[in-house]
């Protein structure tokens, strides 16, 4: 049974570029969480996707936008990068509920992301 | 949104002793996780637990969700239990909320 998978595991990008991460939830599963979390602290949620969706926004700026794809894979781009996006990028993926998210969440290994 | 505070933010142990580490939040929960991140920033689920107990090998949790707090019991802690241990809320339909942590060291 495959577990959440990340793409790439390491990424190293200049302030000002773009970058898109990637995601591949547990098999059976159909929603994705997308976290970020800086060095010291813990997981900041940035979005949900369900059925194609952002369903749920955290306090990020607009400059982090995601997709949903109908397999349930799912990316996160961030533009306009800053040297403070330097973080984990975490996926977490569930499984919903009668149409509702289920909070029993599945992490990936994350992304770490580099900006300079 | 609920606020969740984590007790100790660190705690070394002798390898063999045992602990609590406890997870408070400001409101109503129906959803609770406990997780264990390794030193390569792998999250790994410990515990689905919005109310209750239960208990895993060495490890066990309680949630006392009238009293809006949760434990998690390590007994027999060995050098592999090290690392951050993070509880994360959600009430209704809400955004899931990241405590603040327990950073544990085991030594032999």
């Known amino acids: 049974d495959a577990g959440v998978t990340q793409s790439p595991t390491h990424l190293i990008k200049t302030r000002g570029q773009q970058v898109t991460l990637r995601c591949s939830p547990k098999s059976g599963h159909d929603t994705v969480s997308w976290y970020q979390q800086a060095l010291g602290q813990g997981p900041q949620f940035i979005f949900q996707y369900y059925e194609e969706e952002e369903r749920q926004r955290g306090n990020f700026p607009d400059r982090f936008s995601g997709h949903q794809f109908p397999n349930y894979s799912s990316e996160l781009n961030v533009n306009a990068l800053l040297l403070g996006d330097s973080a984990l990028y975490l996926c977490?993926?569930?499984?919903?509920?009668?149409?509702?998210?289920?909070?029993?969440?599945?992490f990936g290994p994350g992304t770490r992301l580099t900006v300079t | 949104g609920i606020q969740v505070e984590q007790s100790p933010p660190d705690l070394i142990l002798q390898e063999g002793a045992n602990s609590t580490l406890r997870c408070n939040f400001s409101?109503?929960?129906?959803?609770l996780q406990w997780f264990h991140q390794n030193p390569w920033g792998q999250l790994i689920n410990l515990f689905y637990i919005p109310s209750g107990t239960k208990q895993n090998g060495r490890l066990s949790a309680t949630t006392v969700a009238t009293e809006r707090y949760s434990l998690l019991y390590i007994s027999s802690s060995q050098t592999t239990d090290s690392g951050v241990y993070f509880c994360?809320?959600?009430?209704?339909?809400?955004?899931?909320?990241f405590g603040t942590g327990t950073k544990l060291q085991v030594i032999p």
């Open positions: 977490a993926s569930s499984l919903a509920l009668s149409g509702h998210p289920s909070y029993e969440q599945y």
């Open positions: 409101d109503s929960v129906n959803n």
């Open positions: 994360a809320v959600a009430g209704g339909y809400q955004k899931v909320t």
